[in-house]
């Protein structure tokens, strides 16, 4: 008889769990905005200069969405890859090593990480980065959403965009 109870008591606990899923929506907040264009790119020579100047109230149609009250971010960020064409044509992901950060800040690893910073005066993330490339054909892929990052207690905010005058949101280029 002990048996059995232990078996219903199982059976319960499976019952009230099968019924919760992983959605990250039901355990964190999360606002999903959009607003086009906030990525710039310019290839000037062998000189890539990527930037991104979010303003802290994106206007929207009705209100302007306040980034930095909804999220308590000071940093949002944005990833994107850069690749070479190798001799046999194909391309293959390539790790910047000159970099001269004008604005915000850079994580590279597998891909790059534009960081925004929120400025002094709290109204716009600010990136701006110069990567200095070789000879060759390149193409930069840009994943077209900025992040909140650190949205501890807060409300995670991701602004979907699109990259200015690239409307792929890819770029290939060639550094003579």
């Not at 919760?20 to 355990?27: L, V």
């Not at 209100?63 to 909804?70: G, W």
Request: glycine share 4%; aromatic share 10%; net charge negative.
């Amino acid at each position: 008889m002990k048996k059995y109870i232990q078996y219903i008591i199982v059976a319960i606990i499976a019952l009230i769990f099968t019924g919760c899923t992983e959605s990250d929506d039901e355990f964190f907040a999360s606002k999903i905005v959009t607003s086009n264009e906030l990525i710039e790119v310019n290839v000037t020579g062998n000189e890539l200069n990527l930037s991104c100047y979010v303003p802290r109230l994106l206007p929207q149609d009705t209100n302007p969405f306040d980034i930095y009250l909804t999220s308590n971010s000071r940093k949002m960020f944005f990833n994107y890859t850069l690749e070479k064409k190798n001799t046999n044509g194909a391309w293959e992901y390539i790790t910047p090593t000159s970099v001269t950060t004008v604005e915000g800040e850079n994580e590279i690893g597998d891909y790059i990480s534009g960081i925004a910073v929120l400025d002094a005066l709290d109204t716009t993330y600010e990136y701006e980065s110069d990567i200095t490339l070789a000879a060759g054909q390149y193409r930069i892929l840009i994943d077209p959403e900025i992040v909140s990052l650190n949205s501890q207690n807060a409300v995670m905010v991701t602004v979907k965009t699109s990259t200015f005058g690239i409307p792929s949101n890819a770029l290939e280029f060639t550094v003579n």
